[in-house]
């Protein structure tokens, strides 16, 4: 499923070897993954970050499990066009707002919206699909990174829990993310949200409870929309009475 690439992602603290490739030359990028196979109608899903220092192309192929990857690869050629207009080169990695959202436990439930599906809230990523130079659109913008921060105040002595939501026509939402309060530029907190399976509309996963104080701090999320999941997904702020077991009548997991 498309989170546990992102745990890997979001785990990863140093980069592989560099690879010296010959002009005209084939390598490969992953060698774990390209020795990796899927059962049929499975999902296998990659985050790779690279720089280069000459032009190269870039080619992610799929292949029966006994095949030699660069022994078959000189032969390789674009599938058809499945006219879905999914595949596309994008030149936006990533999503942040610089200056923090500001949120006030006293002004009830507050919500940031993630890929809500080209609108004005968050649009989709705009590339170009290499196959045919038609304009392309990133839908859902999987894979995109997301550094989210809201400062967090409490005027009414409130605390706070943030949760991952589905929309009510969603097939549910399950993720890995990370997150820091007060925001430090550390890496955070990393961990499955839900901690298992996924949430369903009606239900939230929980990422974290914190207590803010009159003064207003930072908390930083990191996040990317998971690939498998229906999009958009809401980054609800709750906020809730110390004495309060439950957070305002949400079943969360």
Known sequence: MGKNAL???YSTT????SLTIAPGAAALLDAPMDSTSVARYALLHTIHEFTSDQPLTFTSVLLPAATNTLAAFPGL???PDDTHKREGTFTTLGRANATPYAYDTAGGIGRVRVADWGTSVDPFVEGVDAETGAASRLLGNYGVTYNIRVALSSSDGRSLAVMFAPPDNSCG????TRWQYPDTGAVGTGLFVPTSGTAQPGQAG????VSPGT????LRID?????SMCLPFDILL???GAATSDVAGWEVY
Do not use: D
């Open 238 to 240: 709750v906020p809730y």
């Open 206 to 209: 929980l990422m974290c409870k």
């Open 173 to 176: 939402y399950g993720t890995y």
């Open 215 to 218: 003064t207003p701090q930072v």
């Open 223 to 227: 996040t990317i929309p998971a690939g």
């Open 14 to 17: 140093a980069p592989p070897a």
């Open 7 to 9: 745990q890997q992602y």
């Open 77 to 79: 050629v674009f599938s």
